[in-house]
């Protein structure tokens, strides 16, 4: 079954390329949304199988997000990847220990990310 | 055997006479009767002593007396052996004395025997022996002679052991008070070798007394010595009628006392001797029983003159009081005052004077006088010369003073080295002395002191004034390091108490004893309320943890960053060193970094944000391209054309972003300089308005600038930007059909800039930090509208930089404002050009001002901002131009270069004037180096202006033109078109 997965990025342009490359490398069935609160509606009602998750957003940032994901029984078991641009390893542990499946750097190499999102998340080789 | 040889003999045994008297006991019956015949007939008629009576006189000695065979061994102890040494007087016969000897001592004392043994000389030695009862070893002086028959053959030894122990302390302890006065020390040696020999013509004359007593204390028997002494000794005279009446109940109590106790009994009393003055005397009293009767038959009396001894401990305990008084004074002054009149009271000196070295230590000024003698003339003083002063090496003085010694003078009239000589005169002085009271090596004062004569015992008593000087010099010098030590712990309290830095003192116990006002502050109380409060609670490792200033050792200084646990329970953040001082207690200097690490966090947050506004333009650009670079793409070129183009917009995007924060940078740390120049504030807004109008049209917002003509000094670019920031600003966040409202208005003081939208608003909490950077009423607004989020953080630098404000209101209305002040700048009044004259003169022609400058940008600059004041202007690249300009137009004002190409600027100035070309023509020197004296001078005498370029700026140098022109600028040219 094909699988679904959230991209939650604030940048449009990150929305837009990201999901193109998802889709061109993968073939999962990708979904964005622009803001934390956009992502909580849009995964209690697709229920993704997993969730790719921008962490400086305004409003509700990827933190509290994940937060509200886990909070709620429907979302609570959908596997969150951080995707970031912040880099510093102090930061990824800090993202990795509020209980993200992984965390990805910005910028992304687009050909490489449906196999790196599929590593973090155990999935099968995409390729 | 003669008599008189004997008693010589013994005699020279101190304490003498006794031993006679033990010897003649010892002797043997035929002997006896011999001796005794002759005793008689020299020294009492009718004595019938018996051996037993002897013996009891040789008991009652407070000596150790004993006696020897020939060979030198011991054969007799009396009581005071066993009883000294504890030793019994059977086992310490023969050599077996050694015993009772130091072992450092028994090899010299048994040397010393044996050399006396075979030379048959007498036996002189000091050795320590040991005291039985405590195991002390004491220093006894032994003496020996030997008796010699009537064939000069040695027949006996007799020898008193005598307890000198006090008096090798006493001698030590004058050593120890006299260390710096090893000449005096001398002195005393040479007078106690006088002493000896004096001691030893004495002692020939038996100076120790013994006597009996009848039981009525009247003398029954006293020895030449006692009877010299009193000057005769009348039949039925008792000690006490020689005695002086403050002792006499002494005297009677303790014989009393000796007849009722079978020891010895000590008295130390006054006698009235021969020549009518009393001697201290000390007298050991025994009463002797009769062995039936039990009742007393005889006092045994040994006793001695201890006038000296008595002299020497009044004279300690003397020095004691002195040394107090003189430790107590407060000044040197007083100290000299204290000291002239306590040694002259102690020594029976009778005038006393104190010098002290000038300020200048160019000479000594008198400082204290003090005179005992009724009618000394106090005229004939030198002192009474107030001008008086003594060169180094003038008088005694001047020489004590020069040489740090002892000067004696012994006659003052011949010697002529004091100024003493008529007080001498007048008073009947004779001798005089002068003491310097040293410091280290310096003579901080000199004592002088005048005498009828010098005495035999004035030696003794200069040691004595010595050590009293040695005092005082000890004295300035505490009170000196005193002054130093009070002065340099001010210096270190107000260190302490200016210091910007809280500083603290922790004693051993961890709790805090001193604190500044500073220490006080960072606490947030006062210093005083530290005191006695443990370092635990107020400074910390961390904001919750316990205390964890390190273990410092003496002479290490340890830094690192702690918490100070203020009282109101908050934290600050220190940087603090500590330091062990030598006395154990730990000194704490810490500062608050609050400030720096607030600034660190920032700069953290900074470039984290920096980090991802960057990388978020990136990401795209990377992804993007790296999906057409895959070739994925090339079956969809629609796709392709998107990703390029969010390729090119997200770069765009990015070199903004880029400018922004580096102009940020530049504008808020001030490397930008700001370019200032007139300009009408309303004219800018137009053009402003006038440039955004397109962006304003696509988004459907009107556009309306109203303003009055407002000439600001400013960088007019700065101004530009910041109005289109707000401009921009605006129509991003105004709705579609709005109008935006654009005013100018002014001031004395300042002009008003004010960008007035319909849109959203701004949050009342985000008014004041939408000037920070990145920081957005909305981030994704960075996003939707195209902005970096450094925009209004520029404004906000670039009005700051011209000494401005701006801020961000919301009309009761709706919407925003965004406004902004610039500070107006005085302009000379051109309220009335035709009375004051301006660039425009009488006759309609410009006022012309001609610039000779090789620098040709430079003379480009000047040119146009003399022109923009309505100035006509002519360049000049060299001297040779210059002078063709003239002579085509000449010129009003002249700006010349001081080096040109061609020609020196003052030798062109010279020309042009020389000609006459411009006779008037105010002239201002501009040069880049500062002119010699010389150029200064020909500057001056050309009647030429200087201008330096470093500190004359091109607007300055205008304005002195319309200085000298005495005209106002008019309105910039490119105002008036």
Redesign the interface.
């Known amino acids: 079954m094909t699988k679904t997965i959230l991209i939650v990025d604030d940048d449009d342009s990150i929305r837009e390329v990201g999901q193109l490359a998802l889709e061109l490398g993968s073939g999962w069935s990708v979904l964005t949304a622009s803001s934390g609160q956009n992502a909580l509606q849009l995964a209690k009602l697709e229920r993704p199988d997993a969730i790719l998750l921008d962490v400086m957003m305004p409003g509700m940032d990827g933190p509290a997000t994940l937060q509200k994901l886990r909070a709620d029984p429907s979302t609570s078991g959908i596997p969150v990847v951080f995707l970031t641009a912040k880099v510093r390893s102090s930061e990824r542990s800090t993202l990795s220990a509020l209980g993200a499946a992984g965390v990805l750097a910005k910028p992304f190499d687009p050909i490489a990310l449906p196999d790196q999102v599929a590593g973090v998340l155990g999935w099968a080789g995409v390729t | 055997m003669a008599v008189s040889q004997l008693i010589a003999g013994i005699a020279s045994n101190s304490p003498g006479a006794i031993v006679t008297v033990v010897g003649l006991v010892l002797l043997g019956g035929a002997s006896i009767a011999a001796l005794l015949r002759q005793w008689n007939r020299r020294a009492a008629r009718d004595m019938a002593l018996t051996n037993e009576r002897y013996t009891q006189i040789a008991e009652a000695m407070p000596q150790i007396v004993w006696t020897a065979g020939p060979d030198g061994l011991v054969e007799y102890f009396n009581q005071r052996w066993p009883e000294y040494t504890g030793i019994s007087v059977q086992d310490s016969l023969g050599l077996a004395w050694g015993r009772a000897v130091h072992p450092d001592d028994l090899e010299f004392a048994v040397g010393q025997r044996g050399k006396a043994v075979r030379a048959g000389t007498p036996l002189d030695m000091d050795v320590r022996l040991r005291r039985g009862s405590d195991g002390e070893y004491r220093w006894h002086l032994i003496r020996g002679v030997p008796l010699r028959d009537s064939n000069g053959v040695v027949a006996k030894w007799f020898g008193t052991c005598t307890d000198i122990q006090e008096q090798k302390r006493t001698e030590s302890v004058l050593r120890d008070r006299q260390v710096t006065l090893e000449h005096t020390i001398e002195a005393r040696e040479a007078e106690a070798e006088r002493a000896t020999a004096l001691y030893q013509l004495l002692a020939e004359n038996a100076t120790d007394m013994v006597s009996t007593h009848r039981p009525d204390g009247a003398f029954d028997y006293a020895t030449p010595s006692w009877v010299e002494y009193v000057g005769g000794i009348p039949e039925g005279q008792r000690p006490v009628d020689f005695c002086h009446p403050d002792d006499v109940e002494l005297l009677t109590t303790n014989y009393m006392i000796a007849r009722r106790s079978p020891g010895l009994v000590t008295t130390v009393w006054r006698c009235r001797r021969a020549n009518g003055n009393y001697g201290w005397l000390e007298t050991h009293t025994r009463a002797v029983q009769s062995a039936l009767t039990q009742r007393v038959m005889t006092f045994v009396c040994a006793t001695h003159d201890v006038t000296e001894r008595q002299r020497r401990e009044k004279e300690f305990q003397r020095l004691h009081e002195i040394v107090l008084a003189v430790s107590s004074a407060s000044t040197l002054d007083s100290a000299l005052e204290i000291t002239l009149h306590e040694l002259c009271a102690t020594t029976g000196w009778s005038y006393g004077e104190a010098w002290t070295p000038s300020n200048e230590g160019e000479h000594l000024e008198r400082a204290s006088v003090w005179s005992a003698r009724q009618g000394v003339d106090a005229s004939a003083s030198p002192l009474d010369d107030a001008s008086l002063r003594l060169k180094a090496g003038e008088g005694i003085t001047g020489l004590a003073w020069q040489s740090g010694e002892v000067i004696w003078v012994h006659d003052i009239v011949a010697d002529r080295r004091t100024k003493h000589v008529a007080l001498a005169a007048s008073a009947g002085f004779t001798a005089g002395v002068a003491i310097p009271v040293m410091t280290e090596r310096r003579v901080v004062a000199v004592l002088v002191f005048l005498m009828p004569a010098v005495a035999t015992d004035d030696a003794g008593r200069i040691a004595f004034v010595s050590v009293v000087a040695a005092q005082l010099g000890s004295l300035v010098a505490r009170k000196r390091d005193e002054r130093a030590l009070r002065e340099s712990e001010e210096k270190y309290r107000q260190l302490v108490e200016q210091a910007a830095d809280a500083i603290l003192l922790i004693d051993a116990d961890g709790r805090c004893v001193e604190a500044n006002t500073r220490a006080g502050l960072l606490c947030g109380t006062s210093p005083l309320d530290l005191i006695g409060r443990p370092l635990d609670a107020l400074m910390s490792a961390d904001v919750v943890g316990a205390a964890a200033i390190p273990v410092v050792q003496v002479g290490e200084v340890l830094t690192a960053d702690y918490w100070v646990r203020r009282v109101d329970g908050t934290s600050l953040p220190v940087e603090a060193s500590a330091a062990r001082l030598h006395d154990g207690r730990v000194q704490i200097i810490a500062r608050d970094i609050s400030g720096r690490k607030e600034l660190e966090r920032l700069k953290e947050e900074f470039l984290?944000v920096v980090?991802?506004e960057l990388?978020?333009?990136?990401?795209?650009?990377?992804?993007?391209l790296?999906?057409l670079a895959?070739g994925?793409?090339a079956k969809a070129p629609e796709?392709g054309q998107?990703?390029l183009d969010?390729a090119v917009?997200?770069t765009d995007r990015l070199i903004r972003l880029i400018n922004d924060i580096l102009d940020v940078e530049r504008i808020n740390s001030g490397t930008v300089p700001m370019e200032p120049d007139w300009f009408d504030g309303s004219e800018i807004a137009r053009s402003v308005a006038e440039a955004l109008r397109p962006m304003a049209e696509r988004s459907s917002v009107a556009l309306q600038v109203q303003g009055a003509p407002t000439r600001l000094w400013a960088d007019a670019d700065r101004i530009t930007q910041t109005l289109t920031n707000l401009v921009g600003n605006a129509i991003k966040f105004s709705p579609e059909g709005s109008t935006i409202e654009l005013n100018v208005s002014h001031n004395d003081t300042e002009a008003l800039f004010e960008v007035r939208d319909h849109g959203r608003g701004i949050p009342a909490d985000k008014l004041e930090i939408i000037f920070d950077r990145f920081q957005q009423v909305?981030?994704?607004d960075a996003?939707e509208k195209g902005g970096t989020g450094l925009g209004l953080a520029i404004c906000l630098g670039i009005v700051q930089q011209h000494g401005g404000r701006i801020w961000a209101e919301n009309p009761a209305d709706g919407g925003s404002a965004f406004k902004f002040t610039l500070p107006m700048r005085a302009e000379v009044d051109r309220e009335d050009p035709e009375q004051r004259g301006g660039p425009d003169d009488d006759s309609g022609r410009l006022t012309h001002v001609l610039v000779i400058e090789d620098d040709i940008e430079l003379a480009h600059v000047i040119a146009t901002a003399l022109e923009s004041h309505g100035f006509e202007v002519g360049i000049a690249h060299n001297g040779v131009s210059a002078l063709e300009l003239q002579e085509q137009n000449i010129a009003d004002v002249l700006i010349v270069d001081l080096s040109l190409p061609d020609i020196n600027g003052l030798d062109l100035l010279e020309r042009i004037r020389s000609r006459h070309l411009t006779p008037a023509a105010p002239a201002i020197i501009y040069t880049a180096a500062d002119p010699n004296p010389a150029a200064r001078e020909r500057i001056r005498s050309l009647g030429a202006e200087l201008a330096t370029k470093s500190r004359v700026s091109t607007e300055a140098l205008v304005e002195r033109v319309v200085r000298l022109l005495e005209v106002p600028i008019t309105e910039p040219l490119q105002a008036a078109s």
């Not at chain 2, 990388?615 to 993007?624: A, D, W």
């Open positions: 984290s980090s991802h990388r978020t333009p990136l990401t795209s650009i990377r992804g993007s790296g999906l895959s994925s793409l796709k998107r990703m969010v917009a997200n909305d981030a994704s996003r």
